[in-house]
């Protein structure tokens, strides 16, 4: 729960920030196209960043690394609180987003090493928590702050949570050793770093058509370039900053891909659906907000019995099942008409919350089901990398549809059958993690799922 509770702050700061960008233009003087630079800056040090969290964690204890990430997550905070101007708001959120980088991968590495096969996936599926009702409460949250209080309010926040957060490291989370004669390759940070971060910018940019599509593109090609020089010269080096050897693992491997679909599929949605219900129907940000809250309730109330549902059905079953579930509730979506029927919104909302949170744990879970301990740094960084880049992609993909949809319909701004096609369509990839999801087997995970151990 401390883990997660770090997750959670630095995922509701990153939503609830969006909503105040036009309040904070204003009292900057500067135009709202240029206060995209303070959302590209923050996704840029954590895509440069990502790559190291996992040696800094091996090599001076997950423990120390934890709690200076949560340490510079306050004070940049608190800078963002205290700016005056776009630059050093931008440096601040610069500074945020590589404590945000550390935050995540470094605390996933905590889990592994204390918890026990036995109960990862109990521990899984509150960590997984965070990332679901984060986003759903941040936009909200965020508008509350900014009509009530101000701007200023949304990192000042983070203060009394991340204050908490260190107290209870410090006595409750073990003091694990560092292996500090774990060397840091180097040019394996560089390529990594610029590669990770020309994608993320890519897909940022082409989601948001902020830089035009030939510096999207160009972009794009430096990242794909720098892949490709990155996974040359991991094929060389004994022991690589991002492991791929790991995707051999088959429970990995297959997670891996199988979660990178599911997550394209599904983390669209809160965008498409504020789009749905601000744009296409007309209601207020607020309004819209406490609607998908629906889902992050649901999403809180699967996780008392998904630990159950896996011991009865298995991983397998549960990811391949579970995945025809979640298209559907993300499909449906595209009929929601919340001036007619509100009701029927929050009850496919609240559906959904609980189909994708059960698939989320279960991913959470599986993944490290064959990971040692040893390798756990690795592979953490490797999952956290994947995570990234795939919901950085998912808006991508959703809002490229949504133009396309557009162009071919005539319409200059999106209406309510365009947003829907696109709910309908992006939804397809929840489907296609399904048919990765069937080649596990029957038994996978079942040092994690054995009743005897869940009881």
């Not at 090493?113 to 409460?137: E, Y």
């Amino acid at each position: 729960m401390i883990i997660g509770c770090a997750l959670f702050m630095e995922l509701l700061d990153s939503t609830a920030v969006l909503t105040a960008l036009a309040q904070i233009a204003g009292d900057f003087g500067e135009s709202s196209v240029h206060m995209n630079l303070v959302v590209t800056l923050y996704l840029l040090a954590v895509a440069m960043f990502i790559p190291i969290s996992g040696w800094l964690a091996e090599r001076l204890g997950p423990r120390r690394v934890f709690i200076a990430a949560i340490a510079l997550f306050i004070l940049s905070s608190l800078a963002c609180a205290a700016s005056t101007s776009l630059l050093q708001l931008s440096l601040a959120r610069f500074c945020q987003g590589t404590a945000g980088a550390m935050m995540v991968p470094v605390g996933q590495v905590i889990l592994l090493r204390w918890t026990s096969k036995a109960q990862l996936m109990r521990a899984m599926a509150f960590l997984t928590m965070p990332a679901l009702i984060g986003p759903v409460v941040g936009p909200p949250l965020g508008g509350l702050l900014v009509t009530w209080l101000s701007w200023h309010w949304i990192f000042l926040i983070n203060l009394p949570i991340g204050l908490l957060g260190i107290l209870l490291v410090l006595r409750h989370i073990p003091d694990y050793p560092g292996h500090r004669q774990q060397p840091l390759d180097l040019a394996g940070f560089l390529f990594s770093s610029i590669a990770l971060a020309s994608l993320m910018l890519a897909f940022e940019s082409l989601g948001h058509g902020s830089l035009g599509w030939t510096w999207s593109c160009a972009l794009l090609g430096n990242g794909l370039l720098f892949g490709l020089l990155y996974t040359r010269h991991a094929r060389h080096k004994a022991l690589p900053l991002l492991d791929f050897s790991l995707l051999k693992i088959p429970t990995f491997g297959i997670v891996l891909w199988g979660g990178v679909l599911f997550r394209l599929g599904s983390a669209a949605l809160p965008f498409l659906l504020v789009l749905l219900f601000q744009v296409g129907y007309g209601l207020s940000a607020l309004q819209a907000g406490l609607l998908t809250f629906a889902g992050g309730v649901g999403a809180l109330m699967i996780k008392f019995i998904s630990v159950r549902l896996v011991r009865r059905f298995g991983f397998r079953r549960i990811l391949l099942h579970n995945s025809l579930l979640a298209t559907a509730s993300i499909a449906i979506c595209a009929l929601l008409d919340p001036q007619r029927a509100p009701l029927a919104v929050l009850l496919v909302l609240f559906a959904g919350g609980l189909s994708r949170s059960l698939q989320m744990s279960t991913i959470g879970a599986l993944t490290y089901a064959d990971i040692s301990a040893s390798r756990a740094g690795q592979a953490s960084t490797l999952s956290a990398m994947s995570v990234q880049l795939s919901l950085s992609m998912a808006v991508c993909v959703a809002a490229m549809l949504l133009g396309l949809i557009q162009r071919i319909n005539g319409h200059v701004t999106p209406g309510i059958d365009d947003i829907g096609l696109t709910i309908a369509l992006t939804s397809l990839l929840c489907l296609a993690s399904g048919l990765v999801f069937r080649r596990l087997t029957e038994t996978a995970g079942i040092a994690v799922s054995k009743p005897q151990n869940l009881a």
